[in-house]
């Protein structure tokens, strides 16, 4: 085992340790031991048939890249699977997956009609725990998948944000900062999943409270190739402009069915509209615009 591989272990942190017990004895046990005759019986590695292994419904992983799968179906051809999955027994003849769904479609990909397993035992929530905590060490888990990840273990595993913290062996802050991506819109949440964009350009365009103004420094980031440093930048211009064009009176709050219009109206656009309506019936629509690219885009959707 390389240095790097025994670091990585020791920082898991203590909730996989509980969870986990005396992995550092089963990681370096030896499969042979183990013959595929012998019972099938929890605590040991054996062989078990990939139609005996059904994948856990709550697995938190849901991207898999094809290149690599093919890849690692390749190198399981030829050297068969070096670190077995970890299953649970729920009958006597299926077993459902708790970590290794790359390495199980692999071995499917490669032609094998089994693969080594490790046989653990576990209550629902601990299953839950231990296979959201063992996706969460993969170094390759994008940004979202560890959000949504985090969200469920303290929703379903009724977890605080300290306490999940704890377990990660991370910073609150890091698990708050993750945390807050939820609050993208949906757009931003599938740019930063598919790599489109960054943590910290989600980041940056977190500092704007309104959705068109969070879109609109989205688009201007991916049309500009903008880097981190000029999102926060022109986050904060944008901050500082509203700020200074406040009007002290109060606005005269909208009826709702009006207020649905404006909002509507402010889907539609992608940025602030703002609709007013005196008691007479009269009224003015203002659609706020950013630049000229940005005004050149409303008048597109006005077919203008």
Do not use: W
Not at 38 to 55: D, F, K, M, P, W
Not at 81 to 104: A, C, D, F, H, W
Not at 189 to 214: E, F, N, S
Request: charged share 25%; net charge positive; aromatic share 4%.
């Amino acid at each position: 085992m390389s240095m790097s591989q025994t670091n990585r272990k020791q920082e898991l942190g203590k909730g996989i340790r509980a969870l986990l017990s005396n992995i550092d004895e089963e990681l370096n046990g030896n499969i042979d031991a183990v013959p595929a005759a012998s019972g099938h019986n929890a605590g040991t590695i054996t062989r078990i048939s990939l139609e005996q292994i059904i994948v856990n419904p709550k697995q938190p992983r849901r991207d898999f890249d094809e290149q690599a799968l093919q890849e690692l179906s390749n190198s399981i051809r030829l050297h068969d699977v070096i670190q077995p999955v970890t299953v649970i027994r729920i009958n006597p003849t299926k077993y459902q997956l708790i970590s290794g769904e790359r390495r199980l479609r692999a071995s499917k990909l490669a032609g094998l009609k089994d693969i080594p397993a490790y046989i653990r035992t576990a209550d629902g929530q601990q299953l839950l725990e231990m296979a959201l905590l063992e996706n969460l060490q993969r170094e390759n888990l994008n940004a979202m998948e560890i959000a949504l990840s985090y969200q469920r273990l303290m929703e379903e595993c009724d977890l605080t944000q300290e306490q999940l913290a704890e377990r990660m062996n991370k910073e609150r802050s890091t698990v708050a900062n993750y945390l807050r991506l939820l609050r993208l819109p949906p757009d931003l949440q599938k740019a930063v999943r598919d790599g489109r964009l960054t943590m910290g350009h989600a980041r940056a365009i977190l500092g704007l409270d309104q959705v068109d103004q969070q879109l609109y420094v989205f688009r201007e980031t991916l049309e500009k190739t903008l880097s981190v440093r000029q999102v926060e930048q022109l986050v904060k211009n944008m901050i500082e402009e509203r700020s200074s064009s406040v009007v002290a009176s109060p606005q005269v709050q909208l009826p709702p069915a009006y207020k649905r219009i404006e909002d509507n109206m402010a889907s539609h656009f992608s940025t602030k509209v703002r609709l007013s309506r005196k008691k007479n019936g009269k009224g003015a629509v203002v659609i706020e615009f950013y630049n000229n690219e940005d005004l050149e885009r409303i008048m597109g959707k006005m077919n203008l």
